[in-house]
């Protein structure tokens, strides 16, 4: 039975980047081995807000993506002032609620700032109050609320207070222009573990180190199920 356990797959919720969808981040997670994807349950789900404009200003080709898309929340130019923050939280609670139980929160992005607050909304009591405890996240390009670079929503100014024991893996690009927002984010982590790549604001390509890396992570995660 012990054995069973350890070797049941990690059920994971996914959070796509600002104005993409679940679909194009499935599509975008197929940058990974086969043989890796397939040790979890990745469910991916579509934000709740269609998305509030297009893509040129953040400097990505309106035609790389297909439509519709979505966006979890939104922020002023300088991320200041946040509107639909509140009615998101709710949603993913919604959310897991109803296709859960979920072992963990994977994100990329806007996706990602989102699953690591939550894992600290949830241990300040905040969020997140009606399903079990978030065991692990996996942040691709992610940034910190509260940050150097971002003011934090009411309902999350708190959810790095404390630096947070939920397991983390942190993916890293040199290129990344959210780099900095990254690099606090993984600092607000008891022992994360971090996979660094040479490339942008993408969900990266693995080479054999960033694989390794990444089995460990999910094996030393199966432990917790």
């Not at 599509?27 to 040790?39: D, G, N, V, Y």
């Not at 991320?79 to 939280?89: A, G, L, P, T, V």
């Not at 072992?103 to 806007?110: A, I, K, P, V």
Request: proline share 6%; hydrophobic share 40%.
């Amino acid at each position: 039975m012990d054995d069973q356990q350890l070797a049941r797959k990690p059920r994971v919720l996914c959070f796509h980047g600002f104005r993409t969808s679940g679909k194009i981040f499935e599509e975008q997670t197929e940058a990974w081995p086969e043989f890796l994807r397939e040790k979890m349950d990745l469910v991916f789900v579509d934000a709740p807000f269609p998305a509030e404009g297009g893509l040129e200003e953040l400097g990505v080709a309106e035609e790389l993506f297909d439509p519709p898309l979505y966006e979890w929340f939104q922020a002023n130019k300088d991320f200041s002032e946040y509107r639909n923050f509140d009615e998101c939280i709710a949603f993913v609670e919604d959310c897991m609620m109803r296709i859960g139980p979920f072992d963990g929160l994977m994100g990329f992005s806007q996706g990602a700032s989102l699953a690591a607050a939550l894992s600290g909304m949830q241990a300040e009591g905040v969020a997140l109050t009606s399903v079990p405890k978030i065991k692990f996240v996996i942040l691709i390009s992610g940034g910190k609320f509260g940050g150097s670079n971002f003011s934090s929503p009411k309902l999350a100014q708190n959810a790095f207070s404390s630096p947070i024991e939920c397991p983390s893996l942190h993916f890293l690009g040199e290129k990344d222009f959210g780099l900095t927002n990254g690099i606090e984010l993984l600092d607000s982590f008891v022992d994360p573990v971090v996979i660094n790549h040479p490339q942008g604001h993408v969900v990266p390509k693995l080479d054999e180190k960033g694989s390794e890396t990444m089995i460990k992570f999910i094996e030393k995660v199966q432990e917790l199920l």
